[in-house]
């Protein structure tokens, strides 16, 4: 590769076919019952290949769940809030979105709880 260019990054270089084969490897060997030795004498496979990919399929699914963890939120701020204070020290802070029904469905369960 001629110096100018970059290297490319290793999700570039990704194999999908390599990686759908060491996952079912991987699950065939838990499936087995085998040691991963014995498993990877009787498919002809190589212990140091089989423990890496284990390690690099199980850092893909970290990343890939890591990833889906984090949703765009768009957060709205009411215009007028209101702060319903209770005698007991409850507090309902209710923003402008609230419909009526959520509103009295919350202060019955709280009415509720202080009986």
Not at 18 to 45: K, N, P, V
Not at 56 to 70: G, P, Q, V, Y
Not at 90 to 111: K, M, Y
Request: glycine content about 4%; aromatic content about 6%; charged content about 25%.
């Amino acid at each position: 590769m001629p110096a100018s260019q970059p290297t490319p990054r290793a999700d570039q270089r990704r194999n999908p076919n390599r990686e759908a084969f060491w996952r079912q490897t991987l699950s065939d060997r838990l499936q087995s019952g085998l040691s991963i030795r014995a498993f990877c004498q009787r498919e002809g496979l190589s212990e140091p290949a089989y423990h890496y990919w284990r390690r690099e399929l199980k850092k893909r699914d970290a990343e890939t769940t890591a990833a889906a963890s984090f949703l765009p939120v768009e957060v709205q701020l009411p215009a007028t809030p209101i702060e319903i204070v209770f005698s007991q020290g409850t507090s309902v802070r209710v923003g402008n979105g609230c419909d009526q029904t959520t509103l009295e469905t919350v202060l019955a369960a709280l009415e509720q709880r202080a009986c």
